[in-house]
């Protein structure tokens, strides 16, 4: 039988339910509220774990490209000392070249064109490695500017992602307060006392405290019930617990016949 239990209408002045049949019948409506928020606090939960694992990714290529712009700055500082020794050494065969103008004796001049030569070589070598560390400098950074710019695709993907997100987690704090005020107008229906016991059950049995019993058999912890239990659920005139986990329990006396 399928009731509408969970759309449940707010009495404005509730009648307390007094009778086991009527205290069951609360119980049964606070059970559906409490599923529900339950349910949407899974929900919530979960939504907040895929938040904090984009939030992680998103952290963690923010620092691998910091760290290559690190890299890139060394490269580029380790050019230009590369270039200020290119500088120096340019010089030193300038002051060559007006050294070689100015010898007379041959010996000196063989001497001088030997010390030429070498500055050359090294110029050559130089020269050789500053254009290949320009040109691997380029190649990095144009790897870079790509990666920042998927980077910046990712983080506008990521914050429309947050921005869904976080209008869904509101949504379903509105849902869970909404559901907590019904929630309290139905608890104000029975003593204090027996909502205390309803929830102690729920905490210790998966927040199920209010279970059907089907075949005599009591749907919570799938135990049979002896016939005189089952019995006494069917007439409802006083509160069943089950003898093995304890819940409450309430039966369809039609369907427990035709069984
Ligand atoms: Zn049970």
Known sequence: MQTNLGEDTMPT????????????????????????IREIRIRRTERL????KLRKVIAHMQREIEDKRGKLIEAETSARIKLSELDTEKDRLNKSK????GVTRSKEYVAVQKE????????????????????????????????EEKFADWRSEADQAERDNQASLDSMQTKITDVDVRRKV????????????????????EGRAVVEMKIETCTGCNMTLQPRFAEMVLRATSLVQCPHCSRYLFGDASAEAIA
Do not use: C, G, W
């Open 49 to 52: 774990d895929q938040l904090d």
């Open 116 to 147: 030429l030569e070498i500055i050359r070589k090294n110029l050559a070598t130089k020269e050789d490695e500053l254009s290949r560390l320009v040109k691997a400098i380029d190649d990095f950074r144009s790897a870079i500017a790509k990666e």
């Open 98 to 101: 007006s050294k070689l103008n």
């Open 186 to 205: 139905i608890a104000d229906r029975v003593d204090r006392a027996v909502v205390k016991r309803y929830e102690k059950i729920a905490a210790v049995r």
């Open 13 to 36: 002045n509730p009648a307390m339910a007094t009778s086991p049949h009527d205290i069951i019948e609360v119980l049964r409506k606070l059970q559906i509220l409490d599923d529900e």
